[in-house]
C-alpha cells in the first residue's frame, strides 16, 4: 500500500528556450519523484511545451513582465511538499516559493525550510549545467546532455524543409532581415525548399525576409504556430537556422541539424551539447546585453558566407529535378 502523492513545485516562468534549457533538470526531478504530483510553473501560452517534455503532470500558469518573478499564491490547496526553485538566483524567486510555506525549498538563495546546504550560483557556467549541478549538490542527480524530447504526434506542415526563423524576443538577438534574406536566397537556388516561421508578433519581420527572398506565401508559416505544430516542424525539416532563441533549443530536442547565430551571449552560456549535428556561430567579444534593443555588435560580426556554408555543410545535395 503506498502513501498518499506528494506535491512538487517547480518555478520556472520564463520561455521557450528557458524551458527547453530546463528540461535535463526537470527530468532529474521526475526521476527522483516518479510517483507523485509534479507541477510546472510557468507562462500559460507554454502549456503545451511543458506537458509535451514528459517531465511534469501539470502547469500552475504564472507570468511577470519583463522575465520578473510571478506571484504564485493562486498555488490551490495545501502548501507543496517540495518547491524547487530553477527560475533564478534569488531572493525574489526564492521568496515567491517561500510564501507557500512549502515542507522543503530547494533554492540558490538559500531556504529557511531546513539544514540543506547552500549551491553556490556561478555566472560563468552553461545554463543546463548549472541547473542539473544545483540539482545534484542537493541530492537529486541529473544529466545535462539529457535533452531529447519525444517524438511529437503531430504530422509537419513541410516535413524535408529548411525552417529559417528570423525572429527572437530581444532585437540583441535578432540578425538583420537582409542577410537572412540573402541566406534563404542561397538555400533556394541550391534547390532546397526552405519555410519561413516566427512568432506570434513578428509577421512583418518574416514577410519581409519573404519579399526580399521572393518566398512563395505558401511558404511562410505567420501567426506564430501552436506548439504541437511547431515541434513537429522543427522535428522534420532538413535543417533549422535561426538565432539563439527557443527554436534553437528546440532542434537540440529533436536532434534537428541547426545552425545557429549567437550574440551577445557566447554559445558556452546557452549553445547545444557536444556531438550532434549544430553549428553554433558566434565572434568573440565584450559581454553584451541579452535583452538590448539594438542587434549585438558580436552578433552583426556573421556574414551571410558563414551562414551559408555552414548550412549546406549539414544539408544533402538536393536531387536533380
Known sequence: MTGPRRRVLVLRALGLGDLLAGVPALRGLRRAFPGDHVVLALPPALREAALATGTVDDVLPAEAPGRGVPDLTHWPGPPPDLAV?????GPASRDALAALRPRRLLAFAGSAHGPDPLPVWRAD?????????????YGVPADPDDVRLPPPGTPSPAPGAVVVHPGAEAAARRWPAGRYAAVVRHLRTAGHRVV?????REDALVTEVAERADVPPWDLLLGGLPFPRLSALVAHAALLVSGDTGLAHLAVA??????????PVPPRLW?????GRHIALWWPGPPGDPHGTAPDPCLLRIDTAEVVVAARSLLPTPAPI
Not at 271 to 275: D, H, L, M, R
Open 196 to 200: 519561413l516561421t516566427g512568432g506570434p
Open 271 to 275: 549553445g547545444p551539447p557536444p556531438g
Open 125 to 137: 557556467e552553461h545554463e543546463r549545467r548549472r541547473w542539473c549541478r544545483f540539482l545534484t549538490e
Open 85 to 89: 526553485d530553477l527560475h533564478g538566483n
Open 254 to 263: 529533436h536532434g534537428t541539424p541547426s545552425v545557429t547565430l549567437f550574440g
